[in-house]
């Protein structure tokens, strides 16, 4: 068991090194695995989290979020997490809370050694996407919303050691009124991401769970695949609408947590990660070249 | 664990900005030489309700083209932006960007804009789609 850690340990840092990008998508990646054990005299958990990133030019990220979980019963639990961002670069500073995610999970009775769980839900934004410093509108590497109302599914499969995660992330409202014009900023660094529309993404994550003998320890290295369907557009100084080539495709992830579980069923949980694969134009800010986190939570 | 807890919530809850080396100058804050030529001019009208005073300027500098608001004031809105119109709505036009806070107030005009075509000077929200003020373009 030792040895099988420290082979994937090795090869993710290899991995790291060799290709410093980064994690990337702030919803769709927040879709997370069902199967998480829940205490049973326990039905409710609260989470908190930092994490620091890197993203496109010179911006740094601390992102921030809370969330609480319901357990119903065996099959039905619900989740509420809010999120916020701080974002820091040649621009300036800019901090804000960012959304709301509302999803339930529904775990149908396991049949053998496989067993599924359907998540669904809502991702709220809590501003338009439109934050500004000293009323110079911004790029989207500096707000802490998308600005649209997204429908989020995912079909979750366990099997022995391994978690599959299947989702998609819909915008269904867009309220984005970013006013970012690249022409006008005095830097090339980001694209014009005036009046900003963004297309759907789906993903697909693969998680291997090892726990140490007595189960104190656990580490989950796992690839996410997201699939950015279609090219994102802007409405340019002429009020034309324009699409933006090469924001379309495929982002690869790797992630590696590593999380510590205490007696009382509270657990602590480190995770880095990194893209091998991006996509040729992130508009959406969605830029992480590496994260690094921290989360806590506590069941009661 | 509990002031852990509170202090990320209050973190969470409250948004903040500080400048950097790009949003450090205000919009709006570039001067036009005194040697610039005038060429058209217009004094803004206010629509939808709102307050208005002050005049719009085009000057030729050099190669390129200003727009210039002197003794400006408006009734404040949430994202307002600066537009050359085809007419005094907001249908067709060239979006100069942010409207910067100050009473004098400057902009470059994108290389190929016709005064001829685009004769109208709009304040105009972009969030919500609602103009604020247009001023008409006359020749000097």
């Known amino acids: 068991m030792k040895i099988k850690f420290l082979i994937v340990l090795s090869l993710f840092f290899v991995f790291n090194l060799a290709r410093a990008q980064g994690c990337s998508d702030a919803g769709i990646c927040s879709i997370g695995s069902s199967f998480n054990g829940n205490d049973e005299k326990k039905n409710n958990s609260i989470e908190f989290a930092t994490i620091l990133g890197k993203g496109d030019a010179d911006v740094n990220y601390v992102s921030a979020y809370i969330g609480y979980t319901r357990f119903f019963n065996e099959k039905w639990s619900a989740n509420a997490k809010v999120t916020s961002s701080y974002a820091n670069g040649s621009f300036g500073g800019r901090g804000s809370v960012g959304d709301v995610f509302l999803t339930a999970n529904y775990v149908p009775v396991a049949t053998g050694s496989y067993k599924w769980s359907f998540t669904s839900g809502l991702k709220i934004p809590f501003n338009q996407s439109n934050l500004k410093i000293n009323d110079h509108p911004l790029p989207m590497d500096y707000q802490s919303s998308l600005g649209t109302f997204d429908f989020l599914g995912s079909v979750n499969l366990n099997y022995k050691n391994w978690d599959f995660n299947y989702a998609v992330q819909l915008p269904v409202i867009n309220i984005n009124a970013n006013s970012y014009f690249s022409e006008y900023s005095g830097t090339a660094d ?52 324009k699409s933006i080539a090469g924001s379309e495709g495929l982002t690869v992830n790797g992630n590696l947590i590593a999380g510590y579980h205490f007696a009382s069923g509270n657990s602590i949980e480190a995770s880095i990660a990194t893209p091998f694969v991006v996509r040729e134009v992130r508009p959406d800010g969605l830029t992480r070249a590496w994260t690094a986190g921290v989360s806590y939570k506590v069941r009661f | 664990m509990r002031t852990i807890f509170t202090f990320i919530t209050i973190l969470m809850l409250f948004g903040c900005e500080s400048e950097g080396e790009l949003t450090r100058e205000k919009i709006g804050a570039m001067v036009v030489s005194s040697e610039a030529t005038l060429l058209f001019s217009g004094t803004f009208e206010p629509e939808g309700g709102n307050k208005v005073t002050g005049t719009a300027h085009i000057y030729k500098e050099g190669d390129s083209y200003k727009l210039s608001l002197k003794d400006f004031s408006i009734s404040s809105g949430p994202d307002l932006k600066v537009y050359l119109s085809k007419t005094n709505r907001p249908e067709s036009f060239v979006n100069l960007g942010s409207l910067g806070s100050g009473s004098s107030q400057s902009y470059t005009v994108p290389e190929g804009v016709s005064f001829a075509t685009y004769p109208y000077v709009l304040i105009h929200c972009q969030q919500f789609n609602h103009l604020f003020a247009s001023a008409a373009l006359k020749s000097n």
């Open chain 1, 190 to 241: 980001f694209v014009t991401t005036n009046l900003f529309e963004r297309k759907p993404d789906v993903l697909l994550r693969g998680t291997y769970t090892i726990n140490t003998t007595n189960r104190k320890f656990s580490f989950k290295p796992n690839l996410l695949f997201i699939y950015h369907l279609g090219q994102d557009t802007y409405e340019d100084i002429y009020g034309q609408r």
